[in-house]
């Protein structure tokens, strides 16, 4: 079976990729920058390069493609990132209809729908929307902050928690979230090629526990050998905080800003389809946790 990856030389993608040729897939990966690519991922894979925003770069790169993986985002553009993702979705769409995909299994975010939903949500659930008018079926995850060694948001959480003893807070680190390990992300995204009754559905994917950004944080701290206070005030808002995260951590504000308007909304796992379908023992919090630190 030929699988393509877009996103390949991204965070989840670059995880999904050694999965796949771990259980013997033939692995095609899509990135903007082939010498790049080619540098960067295992040989095995055949690396072609294209960009889902040019249509005209995409020919050929679905030809015999049975599975498709969606793993792209533009967050780092800046304020114009929900337009680009869904006329990229849409030049996905076309693409892989036209060359008679079968099965197309993409990646977004959990968070109810609602005038509050951030736009980086918002943007995350437009982009499935446009997926599914694919003459594909479509398989779409929804997932809240993943734990991992270059996940940008597991990123932000790790370096305030290293730079900052003591943090006086917003009332969002009372949010709750449901944070999941890389490693049960791969083999969910793997296990759904390999499981016909997800063509069709949407599942919403977390760990086993759901925690506030507080507890994450300070079980973060504590797998870190760290010690951490942490004061929620009301009076502090999320603008604020958004220029406070700023000065304490090195992510690029195009990419920050977005997830930290994120924080906000709920992300919690309400319809229980994915582990019905697709049982597994989910990775425990600390534990994704210690294997991120040890990775980076
Ligand atoms: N990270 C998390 O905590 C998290 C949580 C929930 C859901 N997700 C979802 O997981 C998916 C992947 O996220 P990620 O964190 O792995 O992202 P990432 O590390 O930022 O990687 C993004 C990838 O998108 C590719 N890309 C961007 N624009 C492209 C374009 N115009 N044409 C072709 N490729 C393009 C890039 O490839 P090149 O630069 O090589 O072209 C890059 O590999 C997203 O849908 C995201 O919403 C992530």
Redesign the pocket.
């Known amino acids: 079976m030929s699988i393509l990856v ?9 995880y999904l990729v050694t999965d796949l040729l771990e259980h013997d897939y033939d692995v095609r990966a ?4 082939r010498e ?2 080619q540098e960067r991922l295992d040989s095995r894979i055949e690396v072609r390069e ?4 040019e249509p005209d770069t995409l020919g050929g790169v679905f030809e015999d493609v049975d599975v498709a993986f ?7 553009i800046g304020d114009e990132f929900e337009e680009r993702d869904k006329r ?1 979705a849409q030049n996905f769409a076309d693409a892989a209809s036209e060359a008679g995909v079968d099965r197309v299994i ?4 959990l968070g109810e729908t609602g005038p509050d939903l951030s736009p980086h949500l918002r943007s ?1 659930r437009e ?1 499935e929307e446009v997926l599914r008018t694919g003459s594909y079926d479509l398989t779409s995850f929804r ?4 734990v991992g060694a ?5 990123e932000m959480v790790r370096q305030m928690v290293s730079r900052l003893p003591v943090m006086i807070t917003p009332q969002w680190v009372r949010t709750p979230s449901q944070p999941i390990g890389i490693d049960d992300v791969t083999e969910y995204l793997r296990r759904a090629i390999e499981t016909p009754e997800t063509r069709g559905e949407t599942l919403e994917i977390g760990g086993p526990e759901v925690l506030s950004y507080q507890e994450m944080m300070e079980r973060t701290a504590a797998t870190m050998g760290q010690r951490l206070y942490i004061i929620p005030v009301p009076v502090l808002s999320p603008k604020i905080s958004v220029y406070w995260i700023d000065l304490v951590t090195d992510t690029p504000k195009h990419i920050s800003h977005p997830l930290i308007e994120g924080l906000k909304n709920p992300v919690v796992v309400r319809d229980h389809l994915a582990e019905e379908l697709l049982p597994m023992e989910r990775t425990p919090f600390d534990d994704a946790v210690e294997k991120a630190i040890a990775a980076e």
């Open positions: 877009t996103g390949a030389t991204g965070f989840v993608g670059g899509l990135t903007r920058d790049a690519g294209g960009d889902v925003l969606y793993l792209i985002h533009s967050l780092g990229a993409y990646l977004g975010g995350r982009v997932a809240a902050i993943i270059g996940s940008a948001s597991f």
